[in-house]
Structures are given as structure tokens and as C-alpha cells.
């Protein structure tokens, strides 16, 4: 941000990524989440990348009107269950658990999960 | 999908709007793609396949620092030294990662140059394949099926809409990106870019121009957007 740098490094601040001139590339945070996810998911060996774009390009395939990150998302959910990562059972479990944490949290506190067992401080 | 389109409850933020858990307070709600992405960002942190710092940092790469500038700096190379040029003609994979601009999308590059009888374009037809190392995040336009579908077809009707008229004997190549083949597009050096350092040169390079939607900008268009002093 100092004023002695080339005027386009100023770039990596603003534009082109987060926002260019079709607005942001990431709408919301969760779909940089989405996106890192699954990156991480790759190096850490769980699929190679090209199991990641076929099966991508076949979310994309079977539901072309769904936004980009709701299919990369759903890519990710649905790869993870067939290399059994994470079952579907184990993640709609997960799912309604962080439903009930952010309901038993009050409005503009943190959402933890297990807060709706909360007050009882018992394990 | 799996777990159906439903919204998890709509609304929900009205203040003074008391629900029956026994809490005086409003609460929280999380919408749906939050409550998929945080239910799996836990499982995989418990499961030791993610770490939240990590992930943090990860995206703060990708937005903030790789950006298209990556790339800018690989066709700034190319346009001042021929044997780079050359380097990355022969073996783009090679050429970048000597520039230690190196990762999981840019394994297998391809550069094409753009000549004045030969225009590059680049698209994925099939899911968006994209050398992130080297360009940033995809922009929004390069994932939607309209821009997938309509560059492979009518290319030049696109390539107007993005603002670029080319000569008519100028040919367009359009060029599929892949899970194992990654396009960068080598614009055109602008005239008058004759003493230029390599630094201002990349000023010059814009995203769009590395996938063919544009073309490098001239040392005043960059000027009149700031990008040049």
C-alpha cells in the first residue's frame, strides 16, 4: 500500500480476483471455503485432479443451472462419500448439528457446535 | 444432490421474533451452503485432512497474492528475452516453474502466441479447468455455460462482445482447456513497448488478455487506468 510501489501491484489489493468487472469471484465466503477445500483435500491424496474435473464436469453436466460453487460443493460432498471419507450419513449428521449450535446461539455471538447442549457443562 | 433444495427455515433474523427453544434471545441461523461447508470443514479438520489455518492462508494466496500477476510476469519475461520465449514455447510446465510459479493447476501448461495472423483463445468446455497458479481464481464469466458454450462456437461474436475486433484475415483458435492441459495465451507485445523494463511490461498483461478475451493493453491505455506511471 505504500505509494512507492508500481501503480499495478496495487492490482493484487483490489481487482482482478476478488472483484473484477463481473463482480466478485467469490460471492461469499463459504465458496472460497468450497473452493480450499477441496484443493486441500487433493494435496493432501484423497483424489487426483483428474477425478476432481470429471467429476466437476459431471455435476456440472446433471445440473447445469446450478451456480458454479453449489456444484463444486456438491462435487465435493459427493467424492468424499464414494472414497468414504466422509459417509452421507456422517455429514447430514454434522449438517443438523451446526443447524441446531447456530440456533441455540444468540444473534452476533460465535456459533459453536455443541452449544445447543449447552448450559449443562457435561460430556 | 443429495440433501434436497430446501431452505433450512427462511427468515429467522426478525428482531423481537421469539422462537420456541426456551431462549429469550434471537438466534442464529446459518443458511444452507454455510451449514454444508462448515459440517465438512469440521469432519475434514477432525479427520486431519484440512487445518483451518492453512485453508485460511490458502485462499488469502489465491485472492490476494497469485492473482493473474503470476502470469503477467511469465509473458513479461517472454516478450524481453527470445530464449524464455522460446523455453516457453517448447515446454511451458518447465518455463513457469523455473519462475517457481508452481502448483497444483499449472502442472501441465501450454503457451500459445498470438501472432498477426493467429489469435488464441482459451476455454473448458467440460468444468472449467483453469492454471490457478498462474492466473489467479477464474473470473466469473470463464464458468458460465454461456461463455463455455458460445466461445467454441462463434468465437468472434464473443471476442466483440469482450471489445476485441481483430483483422478479418486474422484466424481464432480456440483451445479447450483439460484436466491434463492447461492453455496460457502469449498476447501480442503492444508497439512503442520498445525500452520497457519487464516490471512495467507485466502492467501491460491483463487476465483477460492471457486467455484471449483481450489483448495486452498499450503503455497509454494502462496509463489512463492507472496501472503505468
Redesign the interface.
Known amino acids: 500500500m505504500s505509494a512507492s510501489k508500481?501503480?499495478?501491484d496495487t492490482?493484487?489489493?483490489s481487482p482482478?480476483?476478488?472483484v473484477?468487472e463481473?463482480?466478485?469471484?467469490?460471492a461469499?465466503p463459504?465458496e472460497?471455503?468450497?473452493?480450499?477445500?477441496a484443493?486441500?483435500?487433493?494435496?493432501?491424496g484423497?483424489f487426483d485432479?483428474?477425478t476432481?474435473?470429471?467429476a466437476?464436469?459431471a455435476t456440472?453436466k446433471a445440473?447445469?443451472d446450478?451456480p458454479?460453487?453449489?456444484q463444486w460443493?456438491?462435487t465435493?460432498?459427493?467424492l468424499?462419500a464414494d472414497i468414504g471419507?466422509?459417509p452421507?450419513t456422517?455429514?447430514?449428521d454434522?449438517?443438523n448439528?451446526?443447524?441446531r449450535a447456530?440456533?441455540?446461539?444468540?444473534?452476533?455471538?460465535p456459533?459453536v457446535?455443541g452449544r445447543d447442549r449447552e448450559p449443562h457443562h457435561h460430556d | 444432490m443429495h440433501s434436497g433444495d430446501h431452505d433450512p427455515e427462511s427468515g429467522g433474523h426478525d428482531h423481537g421474533h421469539h422462537h420456541h427453544h426456551g431462549h429469550n434471545h434471537d438466534h442464529s441461523e446459518l443458511d444452507e451452503m454455510e451449514l454444508r461447508v462448515r459440517a465438512l470443514e469440521s469432519l475434514l479438520t477432525e479427520k486431519g485432512y484440512i487445518d483451518p489455518p492453512a485453508l485460511d492462508a490458502l485462499i488469502e494466496t489465491y485472492e490476494k497474492q497469485v492473482g493473474p500477476r503470476n502470469g503477467a510476469a511469465v509473458v513479461a519475461r517472454a516478450w524481453n528475452d527470445p530464449g524464455f520465449m522460446k523455453m516457453l514455447r517448447d515446454d511451458a510446465t518447465a518455463a513457469i516453474s523455473s519462475m517457481n510459479f508452481v502448483g497444483r493447476q499449472g502442472e501441465h501448461m501450454v503457451a500459445v502466441e498470438n501472432t498477426p495472423g493467429t489469435h488464441n483463445m482459451v476455454v473448458c468446455t467440460l468444468c472449467s479447468c483453469y492454471p490457478w497458479p498462474v492466473l489467479g481464481l477464474p473470473p466469473v464469466w470463464y464458468k458460465s455455460p454461456a461463455y463455455r458454450s458460445r466461445a467454441v462456437i462463434e468465437p468472434r461474436s464473443v471476442l466483440a462482445e469482450f471489445g476485441v475486433t481483430l483483422p478479418e484475415g486474422t484466424a481464432i483458435k480456440v483451445w479447450d482447456s483439460t484436466a491434463e492441459v492447461r492453455y496460457l495465451v502469449i498476447p501480442q507485445r503492444p508497439a512503442g513497448t520498445g525500452g520497457m523494463s519487464e516490471e512495467d511490461l507485466a502492467c501491460l498483461v491483463t487476465r483477460d488478455s492471457m486467455i484471449g478475451t483481450g489483448l495486452a493493453l498499450t503503455p497509454d491505455e494502462a496509463r489512463a487506468k492507472g496501472l503505468l506511471s
Open positions: 508500481p501503480a499495478c492490482l493484487l489489493q482482478g480476483l476478488e473484477n463481473d463482480g466478485p469471484v467469490f461469499e463459504w472460497a471455503k468450497a473452493f480450499a477445500m484443493v486441500s483435500c487433493h494435496e493432501r484423497l485432479w483428474p476432481w474435473a470429471n466437476l464436469g456440472i445440473e447445469p446450478l458454479y460453487y453449489k460443493l456438491a465435493l460432498e459427493r468424499l471419507t466422509v452421507e456422517e455429514r447430514l454434522r449438517v448439528a451446526w443447524d447456530a440456533k441455540a446461539t444468540p444473534h452476533g455471538e456459533i457446535l
